[in-house]
């Protein structure tokens, strides 16, 4: 149980509403990190436009923020996201081999090889941001990725940190 009061979905009003109204829509239950912000209506709307900003962005796709997603929150013990992420990749046609497989080769993803040197940048980023070179941003550059996509990425899976900590510090991080 959380430390924390949080608003559940059939409490819901205004931008704690708002922020689920997507995941309601769609069938889909409320991300625990989610509810936990209800407790902050501003952050709540903060956190909607960015939900908002990566579910449209124009350039990373749903397959490589999902892995960013799912790598990132497996090397932080994030069990939540770990198994809430685990299921966008099983709705998208991998089965549990491959996944478990990503955790120790994530050159293994499934995905197109501009969107693996994205993902492998991003998890090079989060776990030794020391060792992130020049060459490395030009690398992608030589992809077609722009600076905006780069700092996106990297900011998508540098986002499931902090929730993370608070989930843990609120006794939240359940699945």
């Not at 903060?46 to 397959?63: E, S």
């Amino acid at each position: 149980m959380s430390l924390l009061k949080t608003v559940p979905p059939d409490k819901a009003e205004g931008d704690v509403e708002e922020a689920y109204s997507f995941f309601v829509k769609s069938g889909i239950p409320i991300p625990k990190p989610l509810e936990m912000t209800s407790v902050s209506p501003g952050l709540i709307r903060i956190q909607k436009q960015v939900l908002d900003y990566f579910m449209n962005h124009p350039t990373l796709g749903f397959a490589l923020l999902s892995l960013i997603r799912f790598l990132v929150a497996k090397e932080y013990d994030y069990q939540f996201c770990t198994h809430f992420n685990y299921n966008f990749l099983k709705m998208q046609g991998m089965d549990d081999d491959d996944i478990e497989k990503l955790s120790s080769q994530p050159e293994t993803a499934p995905i197109e090889d501009k969107d693996k040197a994205m993902l492998l940048f991003v998890l090079k980023a989060i776990k030794t941001p020391d060792d992130v070179t020049q060459k490395d941003v030009e690398a992608l550059h030589e992809m077609g990725w722009s600076d905006r996509d780069i700092y996106d990425a990297t900011f998508h899976g540098a986002g499931m940190i902090g929730p993370r900590f608070l989930m843990k510090a609120f006794k939240m991080d359940t699945c």
